[in-house]
């Protein structure tokens, strides 16, 4: 007898032990898989535009002109984010004929659309979001829209944002809100640093002439360069989030890949245009 409800207790709680497992199963599908490092999308991000910025200047020392026009300009952005593709420990083991598709409805209209609109509409026309991500995206567009506030501010803002989602949205939701997040902290820093170099380099400004050029740092440069970043902030997570959205579909890249590419992409093309649109008014 006591053999027999030793068994049974056994059973029980076999039972028991299993049901709970299965329950944690469920529960971890609810909350994103942090095994991938989103950080790297930003990084692999930041990465691709001085292989671009590179790969420009080159072209433009090559042929003793100025990149003044967009004439072809997307072009070259496209041959030099294929080009470091082959690099980037992100994009390299990916099928390279499949990444233009992440990028392939950027054009100038559109990255100028993107830096001026709600981005969270212009993603959401392109790939199919959730309430869920379209909340999101929304918090992530006002903070970028209330730069004034200042960088850092705004970076700790982002990171809030990304609290939020790992804490709230499923694996599938994640990868495309945490891939912009990353996007946008990233992008935002880069050309707070670097824009001045792009602006001489490629905008055809001798170095000598950069008395020509309101310092960032002043007040009537940060005001325009602030409205240039809300921008280009904006372009970049338009795409990566599209770019990860494309990249996540059946036979794609990948989110990953798809989100580097496409804010690699978007990014350059929008810091170019936003520097030839500056250039009309000097």
């Known amino acids: ?98 990444l233009p598709l992440t990028f392939q409805n950027f054009n100038r209209e559109v990255l100028k659309s993107a830096g001026n609109n709600n981005l969270t509409y212009l993603i959401n026309s392109k790939i199919n979001l959730n309430p869920s991500q379209i909340t999101f995206l929304n918090e992530l567009d006002n903070v970028i829209s209330n730069l004034e506030i200042g960088l850092e501010l705004t970076i700790e803002k982002i990171k809030k944002i990304e609290l939020d989602i790992i804490s709230q949205c499923s694996v599938d939701e994640a990868k495309i809100l945490l891939s912009a997040t990353s996007v946008a902290r990233y992008s935002l820093e880069y050309w707070t640093e670097n824009y001045e170099k792009w602006i001489i380099e490629l905008g055809g400004m001798e170095i000598g002439a950069m008395n020509e050029l309101k310092s960032i740092s002043s007040r009537g440069g940060w005001d325009w360069f602030c409205d240039t970043l809300k921008s280009m902030g904006k372009s970049d997570v338009v795409g990566g989030a599209i770019g990860a959205g494309v990249g996540a579909l059946a036979g794609g890249v990948g989110a990953a890949p798809g989100a580097v590419a496409g804010a690699c992409y978007s990014s350059a093309g929008r810091g170019i245009v936003a520097l030839l649109d500056h250039w009309e008014v000097w």
Do not use: W
Request: with cysteine; proline share 1%.
């Open 1 to 98: 007898m006591k053999s027999k409800i030793v068994v049974l207790v056994a059973f029980v709680f076999g039972v028991f032990v299993t049901a709970n497992l299965i329950s944690c199963q469920k529960e971890k599908t609810t909350t994103p898989d942090i095994s991938f490092d989103y950080e790297q999308i930003g990084i692999e991000h930041n990465k691709g535009l001085d292989y671009i910025f590179e790969y420009l200047k080159e072209k433009k020392i090559n042929k003793k002109s100025a990149l003044r026009s967009t004439t072809n300009i997307f072009d070259l952005i496209e041959q030099a984010t294929l080009s470091f593709a082959k690099t980037s420990k992100i994009l390299r083991n990916v099928n390279h004929k499949e």
